[in-house]
C-alpha cells in the first residue's frame, strides 16, 4: 500500500491525500483486527476475504461516514492490489467487494447559466481556449468525449463530422455520424490540419520575456477543465472524511495572509455529455434521434450506414441543439467564434474537402 500511493496515487492521481487518508484508516483497522485476535500479526495477502472488507465498511459506517466515503476507502485496498499484481509484486490479487447497497451516484448537468459561464471562463485565457472548443463541439453534437478529442480535421467533411475516425473498426461504443450545427460551423473553419482540439502552450520567450504560445494536440483535458470550472464558479468546498471542509494555507505570492477553503470543480468533460443528453430530452428531440446522435447502436446496419445521407437527417436534434444555444446567447456571446449568417453550414465552403475513408 506504502509502494502504491508513493509509485502510483502521489504522481498520477488527482487526490492522492485522500488515498492516504484511506490507507491510515486501513492501518488503524488492522490493528483492532490483532486485538480482537482475527489477525495474529501484521496482515497478509493471503488473509484478505470478504468476510474481512466487510467487517472494514461496518467498521467505517459505524464510525459515521458515508457509504460513498466507505466505498473509496475499500479502494484504497483494491487499488494497491491489483496494482501491485499488475506489476509482479505478488502472485495474485484477490477479490475486493465493494460496500452493498451503495446509492448511485446523481447524475450532474450543467445548467444554461453555468454553460454560458464555463464558455467565458474558457475564452479568457489563451490557454484555455481549447476548452472552449470542446464545450462547442460537445453539446453540438453529443459525441463521446474520447471521440472529440482525438477527432482531425480530416474526419470534418462538408456538413458532416465523422467521429469514427478513417480506417478505425467500430467498436461496442460507437463513434457516430453528425451535422455541423450552424453555431458550430465557425469554430471548425480555418483549421490547422491534425488534431481540432489543441492547446496554446504557454511560455516566455529567451528574446523577449514575453509569453509565447505553442500549439500543441491536446491530451488530457481534465486540469484545464477543472481550471475554467473553478474560474466559472462552478465549484463546491472539498470536505474530509468528517466532512469538514478542507483549509489551504495563504497564497504569499498573491498577498494572501488568511487561510481559505479548497475548492473543486464539479463535473467533468463527460459532464457535458449527461447536459446535452438532458437538454434534448427536454425540448422532446425523438428518441432515436438522440440514440443516433450518441452513437448508441440501433435500426439495421443499412440504416445506421446511409441514413445521414438523408436531407433531414437528426433534423429535431440539430434544431433543439441551436434552440439551446438560443438560450446561451441570452447570457453570453462566448458561444460565437465571430457574427455569421448561421444558416450556412456547408464546411466544405470554408475549407478543402476530403473523401471520407470511415471504417
Known sequence: MADWLLKHAQPNLSDPVRYANSVAHWIEFFADERRAGRLTGPPTVAD???????????????????????SRDTAALRQPLNWAWKNNMIASAPFVPDIKDKPGPKELVYTV???????????????REHIAMLVMIALSTHGRMQAILELTTDQIQGNLIYFNAPGRKQTKKRRSIVPIAPTLAPWLEDLP??????????????????????????????????KCLLAAGISAVETDDDGEP???????????TAWRPKLVGLGSPNTLRHTIST??????????????????????TNKRHYRHLRPDYLEDFIEAVEDLWSEVGKLTTAHLRYQRDTKVVDMGAARTKRKPKNG
Open 48 to 70: 484478505i476475504n470478504t468476510a474481512l472488507v466487510q467487517r472494514f465498511q461496518a467498521w467505517r459506517i459505524a464510525a459515521g461516514v458515508s457509504p460513498h466515503t466507505a
Open 113 to 127: 447559466d453555468q454553460i454560458a459561464a464555463l464558455l467565458d471562463a474558457a475564452r479568457a485565457e489563451p490557454d
Open 193 to 226: 490540419d491534425g488534431k481540432v482540439i489543441q492547446w496554446k502552450k504557454p511560455k516566455r520567450s529567451a528574446a523577449t520575456g514575453k509569453i509565447e504560445y505553442e500549439l500543441l494536440p491536446a491530451g488530457s483535458v481534465k486540469k484545464s477543465f477543472e
Open 246 to 256: 478542507v483549509w489551504l494555507p495563504p497564497r504569499q505570492k498573491l498577498g494572501e
Open 279 to 300: 437538454e434534448l430530452h427536454r425540448r422532446g428531440v425523438p428518441e432515436a434521434q438522440i440514440d443516433t446522435a450518441a452513437g448508441h447502436s440501433g435500426d439495421s
